[in-house]
């Protein structure tokens, strides 16, 4: 004989907020992330992107 199960039990589950914050704080990390590159990123740029040491290729030594 079959069971019949009510539709409300019969629900893997609902979203409920454990979904929720999981994906804040996902958002949060990703946000931080972000903010940690950007910082890194000012720190390591020069000043004076116009003015930046540039190296001369040395000159070919002659052979023979």
Known sequence: ??????TDKARQG???SQVLVVLIAALVLA???WAIAEIYGEAT????????????PAAPRPSG
């Open 1 to 6: 004989m079959t069971k019949t199960i009510p």
């Open 14 to 16: 609902r979203w409920g």
């Open 31 to 33: 946000a931080g992330a």
């Open 45 to 56: 740029d020069p000043q004076n992107p116009g003015q930046a040491e540039q190296v001369e």
